[in-house]
């Protein structure tokens, strides 16, 4: 019995990793965020309307699939944001989709990176699915001491606060005059130290 007077009960139990991989496809359906931007699972048929920017996207074992707050935080963002042209570092790319919507959206050079091996395999494969080998380059890398040379117009981290402390010392050196970084996946309980970092 817990300090909360609640019972407890807890159970192990081995679950087949082909099963989960498979299985979870099911629940993942075409949706939309905001006016523009239209998530596709690559496996799914839909229907363009006027005005849609598709993103087709398999997220396979990659975070990103566009459900979770904080990529459809920051999926909104670059819909109000990004500009034609634009340059951008995402850092932790996962499935790719962050970078996909902004080259979709008009980015016409962009970084990808990631420290998972597996999520970059799966974002190089997202970004051929959606034909965008010439504008998004994607790389297995340390987000913080890995980070291109260069200015660019936006930098996205959808990731956590502790990484993001790292990592905003070096976006500063990186981010055009009047660029602007993204941030995601920030717990409420961290924001204060993401705020003086910041500051």
Same mark, same amino acid.
């Given at each position: 019995?817990? #300090? &909360?007077?609640?019972?407890? !009960?807890?159970? =192990?139990?081995?679950?087949?990793? @082909?099963?989960?991989?498979?299985?979870?496809?099911?629940?993942?359906? #075409? &949706?939309?965020?905001?006016? !523009?931007?239209? =998530?596709?699972?690559?496996?799914? @048929?839909?229907?363009?309307?006027?005005?849609?920017v598709l993103i087709?996207?398999?997220?396979?074992?990659?975070?990103?699939?566009?459900?979770?707050?904080s990529t459809r935080f920051c999926l909104n963002f670059i819909d109000q944001y990004v500009k034609s042209g634009a340059s951008l570092i995402d850092a932790g790319c996962g499935s790719g989709i962050l970078s996909i919507a902004a080259a979709k959206l008009g980015?016409?050079?962009?970084?990808?990176?990631?420290?998972?091996?597996?999520a970059v395999r799966i974002a190089r494969e997202n970004v051929r699915l959606n034909a965008l080998e010439e504008i998004i380059q994607a790389e297995v890398g340390d987000i913080v001491k890995d980070?291109?040379?260069g200015?660019?117009?936006?930098?996205?981290?959808?990731?956590?606060?502790?990484?993001?402390?790292?990592l905003i010392p070096e976006a500063v050196k990186r981010l055009a005059p009047g660029g602007y970084m993204f941030c995601s996946g920030i717990i409420e309980s961290r924001w204060p130290g993401v705020q003086k970092q910041l500051e």
């Open positions: 019995q817990s #300090t &909360f007077n609640a019972q407890c !009960r807890v159970s =192990i139990n081995e679950v087949c990793d @082909e099963d989960w991989e498979e299985s979870w496809k099911q629940y993942y359906h #075409t &949706f939309r965020i905001g006016q !523009r931007l239209v =998530i596709k699972p690559s496996w799914e @048929e839909y229907q363009l309307r006027d005005g849609d087709d996207i398999d997220p396979g074992m990659a975070f990103g699939t566009g459900n979770h707050a980015a016409k050079k962009i970084f990808a990176m990631d420290f998972d091996d597996v980070l291109p040379e200015e660019v117009d936006y930098i996205l981290a959808n990731i956590t606060a502790e990484v993001i402390n790292l």
